[in-house]
């Protein structure tokens, strides 16, 4: 059984930096893909950022420029910082990974439970 577990989210204020942790644990083989995904209250789930096992990154429009994210191979865990804050930044944040474990004959497509960050004006 393979789980993702998020931490990291809160309020801050705008402007301000926040940063999101997500650690995968289980009986994981190999991890292809980690990323941060959010939804805001009536709006369609966006990614915000993603990296692959090689180094690759791609992120979402809304936030270029004001995230970073990066990959720590050896605990399986994806870092997102946040920085300058906008109220529209306010969504509920999840982990997402594309891994396969040591059972499992393809990758599965596995999600957290999210977290909340709240961004007030």
């Known amino acids: 059984q393979v789980q993702l577990v998020e931490s990291g989210g809160g309020l801050v204020q705008a402007g301000g930096s926040l940063r999101l942790s997500c650690s995968a644990s289980?009986?994981?083989?190999?991890?292809?893909?980690m990323g941060w995904y959010r939804q805001a209250p009536g709006k369609q789930r966006e990614l915000v950022a993603a990296?692959?096992?090689?180094?690759?990154?791609d992120y979402g429009d809304s936030v270029k420029g004001r995230v970073t994210i990066s990959r720590d191979n050896a605990k399986n865990t994806v870092y997102l910082q946040m920085t300058n804050l906008k109220p529209e930044d306010t969504a509920v944040y999840s982990c997402?990974?594309?891994?396969?474990?040591?059972?499992?004959?393809?990758?599965?497509?596995?999600w957290g439970q999210g977290t909340q960050v709240t961004v007030s004006s």
């Open positions: 289980g009986n994981i083989y190999v991890i292809n893909a």
């Open positions: 990296i692959t096992s090689e180094g690759t990154i």
């Open positions: 997402r990974s594309s891994l396969a474990t040591m059972t499992s004959d393809r990758f599965l497509d596995v």
